[in-house]
């Protein structure tokens, strides 16, 4: 886990606020008010007693990776660290125990460790029964949660996978319900079926057509939340037939060639460059993009088309036009079959037939 620490850890250290803030362009990161992040270790020898675990191996260092992870990082680690104080103070006396709340929606999923596929919120998320209200750092909603839609985890109430699942489908968008739902299922940790009995059982029922929609477009075959969110895409631009996970037996390779999606009536292969690939950058070994090359192109002498889509592309409609385009052009091909005259005759007046032209030299003798 990361080194959350609340201010009352810090000036326990020996920091006043001035130091605090002094902390915060160096090493230190506010999560929220009272909780801070250590971020690394830094220079500064006074800073030692900050990240003095982390030089030690026994907390980990918060990774930065770009702004896009940071910003689910940011939330994981606020959640986190809520969750963490729910947790203490509730092995203290029942004056001290907080009021009754449950994590809910993003927060409950990554308690969960579902996949964010993109930032969507930058609250914690809890359920407390009759508060409907957001704060800077945390949004409560008043829902009712029955008892068999909640679990217990180290202390802290969260509701359980198939409910976060719905409530996150009801609430967001289908590029983030159906890659969380994705994952589930390939990972096996739930069912379609298990997800609509609970359906079934919520009380609230807004928006329950969308939670079954995004039901219905997950897939267990997707291995990644940037395939999840092309899957949507397809859906939310017409294009069907895209078949997820497909393999191919390359004789000359010596291999077996899996691509992410393949349309097979358009001879078309769908390539997603995830969000693994845009924070690499460029540190993949020369011998995997030689091996992508080749893979590629032996895709293309057996006469596919193959289109790559960018983290970026994900979330713009351009590249999902072109996509039908070729769909469309590739369909129509096949339908339409040419004429047997490659050139039309030219004639004057009305078509003769062959009978006529027999009865003509007939009469001419």
Known sequence: MYKLLSTD????LGFNHGDIRRARRCCLRRLSRGTYLVRHVCELDFHRPLWASIAEQVHQVFIEHGVIRDDINDLNA???????????????????????????????ALIHNLPISHPVTHQVEVVRRGTNRKFKTIHVRGSIIPQNHRATINGAEVTTLERTLIDVARSYNLDVSVPMIDDALHRK??????????????????????????????????????EAVAAVRFYEHG?????????????????????????????????????????????????????????????????????????????????????????????????????RASVPQMHRGPQRTAADRRTRRHIAA
């Open 239 to 339: 294009i069907t037939g895209m078949e997820p996970q497909v393999t191919f037996h390359a004789e000359s390779l010596r291999r077996d060639i899996r691509v992410d999606f393949c349309h097979r009536r358009a001879r078309l292969i769908i390539e997603i460059d995830g969000i693994g690939k845009l924070y690499l950058g460029s540190g993949v070994p020369r011998e995997e993009l030689e091996q992508e090359r080749r893979r590629e192109q032996w895709l293309r002498d057996q006469g596919w088309q193959v289109i790559r889509i960018s983290w970026k592309e994900l979330f713009e409609e351009a590249k999902f036009y072109d996509i039908l385009r070729f769909i469309r052009r590739a369909q129509n091909a096949t339908a339409w079959s040419p004429p």
């Open 78 to 108: 606020s959640v986190m660290a809520h969750f963490a104080q729910r947790a203490d103070r509730r092995t203290d006396d029942a004056k001290s125990n907080p009021p009754a709340e449950i994590f809910s929606h993003i927060s409950a």
């Open 189 to 226: 940790l739930t069912t379609r079926e298990k997800i609509l009995t609970k359906l079934a059982q919520c009380l609230e029922k807004r928006n329950s057509a969308k939670v079954r929609l995004a039901i219905d477009l997950a897939d267990s075959r997707r291995e990644s939340p940037a």
């Open 9 to 12: 850890d810090i000036l326990r």
